[in-house]
């Protein structure tokens, strides 16, 4: 009798510890390498963290956080973009590899751009065929003659847009958002011409004036049917999604563990202006991620507590 009951209640006590440490295991919240996806994902971790939910950030590059995603070794991407991403996002969403938790206000749209000079310089511009008579403007003292596109890490096949194109471009991949900025910082000084990849919504658009070129339109069949738009034997012949969306995404266990963060996150929603202002925060006041996600925490309180069901408050 006795026996059993220390059985019992070794039993009870090994599965509260089980319970507990479930319930105590940090979440993992990927922060990649643009601002705003940085800044979003402190401000979720401090929303996950008022509803008693300790949190670890996982920073990760964009092409490596799916399979940790699909694992559950990351368990929270708080902005997937259409343009870059929707491919794999679509693919393992069907799978059952990943959840996907709902989507944002915001629409998105990531495309080359150029200031607004560069229009005087390329007439016809924003119509990628202008892009494409003026190639040699672009080009560099190390680029044979070849137009230079900055891109950055996250992009669809550019070689391919560029290849199927037929435009005299060489595509120079930088590794973040900030080394994009270092050059478009560099060019607009001194008014040279320049292209590169660049996304809204984003701070850029509060101080730069400047245009995404127009490539033939989006259309799935673009990326799936060679057929498909001006050039009959390729893939890629069109620009990315002109009001693209902006989603959520988990590890497929995280909705079972984390419940009450798990509704929280599908309730969390940014709209275009607010991404913007946030990551101007950084790159235009020089505040550093932490402080930016602060600042807006503490100035959004009742916006946030209504992301948080009832039951979980
Ligand atoms: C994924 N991004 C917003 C950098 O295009």
Redesign the pocket.
């Known amino acids: 009798m006795q026996r059993s009951f220390i059985q019992l209640a070794s039993l009870l006590a090994f599965f509260s510890i089980c319970q507990i440490s479930l319930a105590n295991e940090n979440i993992k919240i990927i922060t990649n390498n ?1 601002t705003s996806q940085i800044v979003l994902s402190h401000i979720t971790g401090k929303i996950f963290t008022t509803l008693g939910q300790p949190v670890e950030y996982v920073k990760i590059s ?1 092409s490596d956080q799916w399979g940790a995603l699909a694992r559950g070794t990351a368990d929270v991407q708080i902005e997937v ?1 259409e ?2 991403m929707s491919d794999q996002f679509t693919r393992l969403v069907s799978d059952r590899s990943i959840t996907n938790a709902g989507t944002h206000t915001a629409t998105t749209r ?1 495309e080359w751009w150029y200031p607004s000079y560069v229009e005087e310089i390329c007439p016809g511009l924003p119509d990628w065929q202008a892009l494409k008579s003026c190639a040699e403007l672009f080009s560099l003292p190390d680029s044979q003659g070849s137009g230079v596109y900055f891109a ?1 890490p ?1 992009e669809k096949p550019d070689e391919a847009k560029v290849r199927a194109l037929n435009m005299n471009f060489e595509v120079r991949v930088l590794n973040s ?1 900030d080394e994009l900025w270092v050059e478009l910082n560099r060019a607009y000084k001194n008014k040279t011409p320049i292209v590169l990849f660049n ?1 809204t919504p984003n701070w850029v658009e509060s101080r730069f004036d400047g245009r995404f070129v127009e490539f033939p339109l989006y259309q799935p069949a673009c990326e799936s049917d060679p057929k498909w738009g001006v050039n009959p034997e390729f893939l890629y012949d069109c620009g990315n999604p002109k009001d693209g969306w902006l989603k959520k995404a988990t590890s497929t266990h995280f909705s079972d563990e984390n419940s009450c963060a798990f509704k929280t996150l599908k309730n969390i929603s940014f709209n275009n202006q607010q991404i913007s202002e946030i990551s101007a925060l950084v790159d235009v006041d020089n505040q550093s991620y932490q402080a930016a996600a602060s600042t807006w925490f503490e100035q959004n309180k009742p916006l946030w507590l209504s992301w948080i069901p009832q039951e979980c408050q």
Do not use: P
């Open positions: 643009w964009t973009w343009g870059t990531e950055g996250w958002g996304w």
